[in-house]
Each structure stands twice: as structure tokens, then as C-alpha cells.
T-cell receptor
Framework: AQSVTQLDSQVPVFEEAPVELRCNYS??????LFWYVQYPNQGLQLLLK??????LVKGINGFEAEFNKSQTSFHLRKPSVHISDTAEYFC???????????FGKGTMLLVSP | GAVVSQHPSWVICKSGTSVKIECRSL??????MFWYRQFPKQSLMLMAT?????????EQGVEKDKFLINHASLTLSTLTVTSAHPEDSSFYIC????????FGPGTRLTVL
């Protein structure tokens, strides 16, 4: 069984500041890791994914994440956020064999001017 | 990236009626599609996994007779909420998979 923990339900930050959204996972097998963003009343948009290879993954909108196997983490970072980054962010893990996504509870990123 | 559409984007219906939601993969073939339900300010809850040409696999606690899923082709899956009641009001999101899951924009169902 897999699980995903997003430690922060809300992260308030000022515009142009850096941000890190934390994600930890547990799994007994190798995993694929994903970050999705959801704007109000919309579906989920894939930000980035880790399947294999380099542990530093770059995604859209200037986001990046680093897979740390020893710490079972996949934290999402952006060096300078914009007001438009205000949204809900979901971390998800997938078992390679079954490909069902298990989601964290989400982190609301609130960017203020 | 791959595009997944949902129709309708929102629907309001009377209690006791049935509502059909369509999920289409527009530029790739998806042997597997997923249906999720999302309550306000909460994460996505997987309802069922839909495989083309076979019966859907429902998650524990999801009534298969209430939430009918049909995956008739490699680009279309439908979710029918039968005899809808106000507690079925929610945001329903589908996804289609090649290696990655791509999500539709969601359908907001309100049952009066």
C-alpha cells in the first residue's frame, strides 16, 4: 500500500519570494511521483513527474522538484512565486505495476502582493 | 501534453433523475480511464478504474449500481449517476492514462 503526506495544508507567501511545498511518501515498491496543480473549479494540471533518471525534475511554470529516495520525499520548489501561482497543489504517487494514483490531501499556496 | 475533455462542465438536476458525464481523450488512446470525486477543499477520491471493453473496477464503498461506468472505446468513458440525490452533489473529475494520468477539467454536479 502507498500513502502520501503533504505536511502543510496552507502555505502563505509574498510575491517574488521562494516557496517549498513538502511531500513525503511511503511505498514498498518503486514509485512514480507527480505534482499536480488545481485552479479553482478546474481539473488537475500536471506540473512535473519523476519516473526515473535524474532526481531533479523541472516542470512547467518555473517549478522543480527533487526526488530523495533516502528521505522518501519529493518536495516542490519555485525560486520566485507570482500571484497567479495561487492554487491547490497535489502530490501523488503511482505504483509502477498498477498505475493507480494515490493523492496527498493537497497544499493551498496563497501568494500575496 | 495530452488533452482530456469532460462534458458537461456543470449540470444541475432534480433529485431522482440520472445524469451522464462524458470523458474523452482527444489526442491519444486510453485503455484505462479513472473517475474521481472531489468534495470542497478536499483531495480527490478514486471512485473507479475503467478499462476499455471490460467492467469497471470500483473502489471500496462506491456503489456500482449508482455510479454506472461504461468505457466503450479507447477515447470515451461515461459516468452515469443514477437516481441522483443531493448528497451526490460534487465535483467529478476523470483522467485518462498512457504512462501519465492526464485529467479532465471536471464536472460540477448539483442535485436539487
Amino acid at each position: 500500500a502507498q500513502s502520501v503526506t503533504q505536511l502543510d495544508s496552507q502555505v502563505p507567501v509574498f510575491e517574488e519570494a521562494p516557496v517549498e511545498l513538502r511531500c513525503n511518501y511511503s511505498s514498498s515498491v518503486s514509485v512514480y511521483l507527480f505534482w499536480y496543480v488545481q485552479y479553482p473549479n478546474q481539473g488537475l494540471q500536471l506540473l512535473l513527474k519523476y519516473l526515473s533518471g535524474s532526481t531533479l525534475v523541472k516542470g512547467i511554470n518555473g517549478f522543480e522538484a527533487e526526488f530523495n529516495k533516502s528521505q522518501t520525499s519529493f518536495h516542490l520548489r519555485k525560486p520566485s512565486v507570482h500571484i497567479s501561482d495561487t492554487a491547490e497543489y497535489f502530490c501523488a504517487v503511482s505504483d509502477q505495476r498498477y498505475s493507480t494514483l494515490t493523492f496527498g490531501k493537497g497544499t493551498m499556496l496563497l501568494v500575496s502582493p | 501534453g495530452a488533452v482530456v475533455s469532460q462534458h458537461p462542465s456543470w449540470v444541475i438536476c432534480k433529485s431522482g433523475t440520472s445524469v451522464k458525464i462524458e470523458c474523452r481523450s482527444l489526442d491519444f488512446q486510453a485503455t484505462t480511464m479513472f473517475w474521481y470525486r472531489q468534495f470542497p477543499k478536499q483531495s480527490l477520491m478514486l471512485m473507479a478504474t475503467s478499462n476499455e471493453g471490460s467492467k469497471a473496477t470500483y473502489e471500496q464503498g462506491v456503489e456500482k449500481d449508482k455510479f454506472l461506468i461504461n468505457h466503450a472505446s479507447l477515447t470515451l468513458s461515461t459516468l452515469t449517476v443514477t437516481s441522483a440525490h443531493p448528497e451526490d452533489s460534487s465535483f467529478y473529475i476523470c483522467s485518462a492514462r498512457d504512462l501519465t494520468q492526464y485529467f479532465g477539467p471536471g464536472t460540477r454536479l448539483t442535485v436539487l
